[in-house]
């Protein structure tokens, strides 16, 4: 690995595992639904916990993020050095557009913020609490992982308030800022990770249109109640200010035209 540093990873597939190996790095085939699965985790320097939830699986989410993370902490051998917590700028609920930064208060309105936000206070009152750093991400955007870009294409309606921001952060950036976080010994303990410049979802989507050369796109208002609130809780701007300020961090795409400019190509 790079630096000369060897690097371990959690999955549950044998598929994934293989994948991991030709990547040389050390496949550990685990559920950290499953207490007893978890008993080959070895020690470690650093931890980076980023768990995705499996909609398919038999978990709630709960499950996945709280009781997962703490089945974690428990087997662990030896007292890492660091540990970072991926979490979600989700845990902030509904803003009306307002800026938003780690001072703000928390008061998701979703399942998935819920479940992070107990995670985060999980983690920080255990006994790595004092080496653990959360980053609150923004959506992840990057090469195959464009928002809403197969509606764009097929010029469908987006069901969402097309005058609310959208906030993101390139993968390349949020990948930038974990190996920063895990390297040092950051001053604060939460931090808000995006590219600090939320466009409108009408921007995005009209840009993301004309690179591919589709139809301007239209907008639906959403009829559905759940997905109704999913708009109205996504309308806040997300502020990156601490990051910036505090690890000096440059991205490489300071606003979505440079990262999908970088996509395309």
Same mark, same amino acid.
């Given at each position: 690995?790079?630096?000369?540093?060897?690097?371990?990873?959690?999955?549950?597939?044998?598929?994934r595992a293989g994948q991991l190996a030709e990547l040389g790095i050390r496949p550990i085939v685990a559920d950290i639904t499953d207490p007893s699965s978890l008993a080959s985790i070895p020690a470690v320097d650093?931890?980076?916990?980023?768990?995705?939830?499996?909609?398919?699986?038999?978990?709630?989410? /709960?499950?996945?993020?709280? &009781?997962?993370?703490?089945?974690?902490?428990?087997?662990? +051998?030896? #007292?890492? *050095?660091? !540990?970072?917590?991926?979490?979600?700028?989700?845990?902030?609920?509904?803003?009306?557009?307002?800026?938003?930064?780690?001072?703000?208060?928390?008061?998701?309105?979703?399942?998935?913020?819920?479940?992070?936000?107990?995670?985060?206070?999980?983690?920080?009152?255990?006994?790595?609490?004092?080496?653990?750093?959360?980053?609150?991400?923004?959506?992840?955007?990057?090469?195959?992982?464009?928002?809403?870009?197969?509606?764009?294409?097929?010029?469908?309606?987006?069901?969402?308030?097309?005058?609310?921001?959208?906030?993101?952060?390139?993968?390349?950036?949020?990948?930038?800022?974990?190996?920063?976080?895990? /390297?040092?010994?950051?001053? &604060?303990?939460?931090?808000?990770?995006?590219?600090?410049? +939320?466009? #409108?979802? *009408?921007? !995005?989507?009209?840009?993301?249109?004309?690179?591919?050369?589709?139809?301007?796109?239209?907008?639906?208002?959403?009829?559905?109640?759940?997905?109704?609130?999913?708009?109205?809780?996504?309308?806040?701007?997300?502020?990156?200010?601490?990051?910036?300020?505090?690890?000096?961090?440059?991205?490489?795409?300071?606003?979505?035209?440079?990262?999908?400019?970088?996509?395309?190509?």
């Amino acid at each position: 690995m790079a630096a000369g540093k060897l690097a371990a990873a959690v999955t549950r597939g044998e598929r994934r595992a293989g994948q991991l190996a030709e990547l040389g790095i050390r496949p550990i085939v685990a559920d950290i639904t499953d207490p007893s699965s978890l008993a080959s985790i070895p020690a470690v320097d650093t931890i980076l916990f980023a768990v995705g939830f499996d909609r398919s699986s038999d978990h709630s989410i /709960e499950e996945v993020y709280v &009781s997962g993370l703490a089945n974690l902490l428990a087997a662990l +051998p030896e #007292t890492p *050095r660091r !540990f970072v917590y991926i979490s979600s700028t989700g845990v902030y609920g509904d803003a009306d557009g307002e800026v938003i930064d780690e001072q703000s208060p928390t008061h998701p309105t979703r399942p998935g913020g819920k479940a992070h936000l107990a995670a985060e206070k999980l983690l920080l009152e255990s006994q790595l609490g004092d080496r653990a750093t959360i980053l609150r991400c923004a959506g992840l955007y990057g090469p195959g992982r464009i928002p809403r870009l197969k509606d764009v294409q097929l010029g469908q309606p987006i069901p969402a308030n097309p005058d609310a921001c959208i906030n993101l952060i390139h993968v390349d950036d949020a990948a930038q800022i974990v190996c920063e976080v895990a /390297e040092a010994q950051p001053p &604060s303990q939460v931090y808000c990770v995006s590219d600090g410049s +939320p466009p #409108t979802r *009408r921007e !995005f989507y009209e840009h993301l249109a004309m690179l591919h050369g589709a139809p301007p796109p239209t907008f639906a208002t959403p009829d559905d109640e759940s997905t109704s609130r999913r708009s109205r809780t996504s309308n806040k701007r997300i502020s990156n200010r601490r990051l910036m300020d505090e690890l000096r961090i440059t991205l490489q795409y300071p606003t979505y035209r440079e990262g999908l400019a970088a996509i395309e190509t």
